[in-house]
């Protein structure tokens, strides 16, 4: 409605009318600048969209180094206390070993520009100068961080039996040797990737080169002490913290996103929440798989075959996260909580011993996750990557499965290969396994001289060697003190 009350403006003084067109003419002269003078001092849309990108690699390469918090979680909780701080600091000073190693050579075997079909070469001691693109730096840092996880992946194979030298000395081969060869091969331009081998994120490069290599080392170190004894059923080892193996499995969870999606290396399309997708619902699929076969099979639900099932599940849907449908996703990790169970089972009867099954997560989960593209790949998703064709139930041709599966040959029987020679001349030189009175004190003691948990440690020893442990700490003020458990030999 409009109102019947007339509002006049109030008068301006002749003062106030002077200030008020400086201020006007101020303002029109700013407007009568030239536009384009001032865009080029900010940044370009083109710039924006890199710096963005960038950010997003970072932040992927800082979850997938994170991993190695899951991996110190999962293989210290998996075996024996008695060896649990040696698992924890060799994996941090391993880790920081193979950055050096990566930096000085690993990098340039895989991605330098003058190499060929089978290495590549360049690119040493790596500091590039004026790339453009994504910032070279941040792929370095989010390329290194794959390496350390398949170096991590083959310590399973080293468990609680190892020299520590040895650790060194095959951090140092694994990062210059083993792994630069199959990445180079397939991520590297190599001749798998010209022949269209589909591996988005690694379940050949990262966990099958890292199983190979734990197979080589179990092998040769033989089984632990006690494991396989005559022609008896095998004698389980269980870990010490089902908890701690609980979190790592969660830590890996979360850092596999950016395993996975990080590795769209983008986020200008939206791209990379599908491939997190595909990833949660191929850990699910494989945590569920898990659970009910070992509820079938056993009549219990066993919480490390769900805790493998879901890293199985993981492992499984990193080559084919970019690649297939939701609905294949979620078929690939059933599949691979399922066959994570019996290969657990096949390894045991092969007397194989796997601490960690890394094998079994890794290797046999590997295997089927990369040759799962040959099945379900699509046409159009294999384009969008460019790489490869769509699989056998898209297109109706076994194409894209033969790649794979020659793929999967040639990088496993290559990482096996050559882990196994190198790991055999580090035996001939100066040993691999501890003296078996050191397995039988642990290697937190042996290789270390403390314990990774030196008040329980320490009162175990004492009453083992029947001598009196040392004085408790008084309780907190306040505080009743709990009776002592019994110890018992």
């Known amino acids: 409605m409009q109102s019947n009350l007339s509002i006049q403006p109030p008068r301006m003084s002749s003062g106030w009318r002077r200030w008020g067109m400086a201020a006007l003419l101020g303002i029109g002269w700013g407007l009568s600048l030239p536009v384009p003078a001032l865009a080029a001092d900010g940044p370009s849309v083109e710039s924006l969209n890199t710096g963005i990108n960038a950010l997003w690699v970072m932040l992927a390469a800082v979850l997938v180094l994170l991993m190695q918090a899951g991996f110190i979680l999962l293989e210290s909780g998996s075996a024996r206390m008695k060896n649990a701080g040696h698992i924890a600091g060799k994996t941090v000073f391993t880790v920081g070993l193979c950055s050096l190693v990566y930096w000085a050579v690993g990098y340039g075997l895989i991605f330098g520009g003058s190499g060929n079909g089978l290495i590549g070469w360049g690119d040493f001691f790596f500091n590039p100068q004026g790339a453009g693109g994504l910032p070279p730096f941040v792929f370095f840092t989010f390329q290194f961080a794959f390496a350390a996880v398949a170096l991590s992946i083959a310590w399973g194979g080293f468990a609680e039996r190892a020299k520590l030298s040895v650790y060194v000395w095959f951090t140092i081969l694994f990062t210059a040797v083993i792994y630069p060869v199959v990445a180079h091969?397939?991520?590297?331009?190599?001749?798998?990737?010209?022949?269209?081998?589909?591996?988005?994120?690694?379940?050949?490069?990262?966990?099958?080169?890292?199983?190979?290599?734990?197979?080589?080392?179990?092998?040769?170190?033989?089984?632990?002490?006690?494991?396989?004894?005559?022609?008896?059923?095998?004698?389980?080892?269980?870990?010490?913290?089902?908890?701690?193996?609980?979190?790592?499995?969660?830590?890996?969870?979360?850092?596999?996103?950016?395993?996975?999606?990080?590795?769209?290396?983008?986020?200008?399309?939206?791209?990379?929440?599908?491939?997190?997708?595909?990833?949660?619902?191929?850990?699910?699929?494989?945590?569920?798989?898990?659970?009910?076969?070992?509820?079938?099979?056993?009549?219990?639900?066993?919480?490390?075959?769900?805790?493998?099932?879901?890293?199985?599940?993981?492992?499984?849907?990193?080559?084919?996260?970019?690649?297939?449908?939701?609905?294949?996703?979620?078929?690939?990790?059933?599949?691979?909580?399922?066959?994570?169970?019996?290969?657990?089972?096949?390894?045991?009867?092969?007397?194989?011993?796997?601490?960690?099954?890394?094998?079994?997560?890794?290797?046999?989960?590997?295997?089927?996750?990369?040759?799962?593209?040959?099945i379900f790949a699509t046409t159009e998703l294999a384009a969008k990557v460019g790489v490869g064709t769509g699989g056998l139930l898209d297109t109706g041709s076994l194409r894209q499965l033969g790649v794979q599966a020659y793929g999967i040959a040639a990088a496993g029987a290559f990482a096996f290969l050559a882990s196994y020679v190198l790991l055999y001349g580090i035996k001939q030189i100066s040993g691999l396994r501890v003296r078996e009175d050191e397995e039988v004190m642990g290697l937190d003691l042996s290789e270390h001289g403390e314990y990774g948990y030196p008040e329980q440690m320490g009162q175990l020893d004492a009453a083992h060697h029947n001598r009196p442990a040392s004085p408790p700490l008084p309780p907190p003020i306040g505080h009743s003190p709990a009776k002592p458990a019994v110890l018992r030999r």
């Not at 081998?197 to 734990?214: E, N, P, R």
């Not at 990833?279 to 056993?298: D, K």
């Open 185 to 374: 091969w397939i991520w590297g331009g190599g001749w798998l990737a010209e022949h269209g081998k589909q591996d988005f994120a690694g379940s050949t490069v990262v966990h099958l080169t890292g199983a190979m290599a734990a197979l080589a080392a179990t092998l040769l170190l033989k089984p632990r002490l006690g494991r396989f004894g005559g022609k008896r059923a095998p004698e389980e080892i269980k870990g010490h913290n089902q908890v701690y193996t609980t979190l790592g499995v969660l830590i890996l969870w979360i850092g596999w996103f950016g395993f996975n999606a990080g590795s769209t290396l983008a986020i200008d399309d939206g791209f990379f929440g599908y491939v997190a997708m595909n990833t949660q619902l191929g850990a699910g699929a494989g945590a569920i798989a898990a659970l009910a076969i070992s509820w079938i099979v056993n009549g219990k639900a066993d919480i490390p075959t769900i805790l493998n099932g879901t890293l199985a599940g993981l492992v499984a849907i990193t080559a084919s996260c970019a690649f297939v449908e939701p609905w294949a996703a979620v078929l690939i990790g059933l599949a691979a909580g399922v066959l994570v169970f019996y290969s657990a089972k096949l390894f045991d009867k092969l007397r194989i011993d796997d601490p960690v099954y890394a094998l079994s997560v890794h290797g046999m989960a590997g295997i089927w996750g990369t040759l799962s593209n040959g």
